[in-house]
């Protein structure tokens, strides 16, 4: 019995250090990748944070927000949350093309739940007809079923996309809304927007800075709406994160 706790002893550290040696590079989109639904601003901002993500990945079992810069403005969702072990995971012009293209992060480090929300950046920078936000839909449902799959045991939480301060694009969210909805096989739906959509159809003014962008009144309306979930989730570390909310 010695014999094996000294050798655990010496085996665990030594592949602890292997796993911190190692490249990870392979796991971020390269300079090369273009994506073509995010306009000029977006091209150059997904680079430029990519670069980031690289300098500081994610750890094994986190919690993700992955979207877009609705949540990256949020901030430490750490602290917003009172959990340890959350990542924002946030891109500023991003779309659900870019999502796409920098999944294997996400996947490769297994997160115990992921919560998704974009789109609004497809149908704000393309087009607003009915096959273009059929395959803004689709591309949310495979990003949930991505993840899923090459991740069985991550919880997937796809949240509807929320109206903004626009009337020309009330029926196109709320269209791929439907979408996800009506998709749920293998994730949970968080519907954001009935809690964020006024009688017009449109984004609430108090919540927002712009009609697109929130508020902090608004950040505090998404997680009055999703922290009754964290509570089925475990802190795993006892480490104090950062207090800091940007």
């Keep these: 019995m010695k014999k094996i706790t000294l050798l655990f002893a010496f085996i665990f550290p030594t592949i602890l250090m292997a796993q911190l040696n190692t490249d990870l590079s392979h796991l971020y989109p390269g300079e090369e990748v273009v994506v073509k639904t995010q306009d000029d601003w977006g091209k150059e901002n997904y680079k430029k944070v990519i670069n980031e993500f690289k ?8 919690i993700v927000f992955l979207g877009n810069s609705i949540t990256a403005g949020g901030g430490n969702w750490s602290l917003r949350l009172d959990h340890p072990n959350i990542k924002n995971r946030g891109i500023g012009g991003d779309t659900t093309d870019g999502v796409l293209a920098r999944l294997d992060e996400v996947i490769y480090f297994q997160p115990e739940a992921v919560f998704l929300l974009i789109g609004i950046n497809d149908l704000w920078n393309n087009t607003l007809t ?14 949930a079923k991505t993840i899923v799959k090459k991740s069985p045991k991550t919880k997937m939480f796809v949240q509807t996309v929320l109206p ?17 909805k009506s998709n749920a096989e293998f994730y949970n739906v968080i519907d954001l927007y009935v809690e964020f959509v006024n009688e017009k159809g449109l984004m609430q003014e108090e919540l927002t800075t712009d009609g697109v962008h929130l508020n902090e009144k608004g950040y505090q309306k998404w997680v009055e709406t999703v922290k009754p979930i964290f509570y089925s989730f ?10 800091k909310l940007f």
């Design 164 to 180: 903004i301060g626009k009337e020309e694009y009330i029926n196109a969210i709320k269209n791929l809304n439907t979408i996800i």
């Design 130 to 143: 009915d096959p273009f936000v059929n395959k803004v839909g689709e591309n949310i449902i495979e990003i």
């Design 55 to 62: 300098n500081d990945p994610l750890k094994l079992g986190e």
């Design 234 to 243: 475990k802190k795993k570390s006892k480490k104090p994160y950062d207090t």
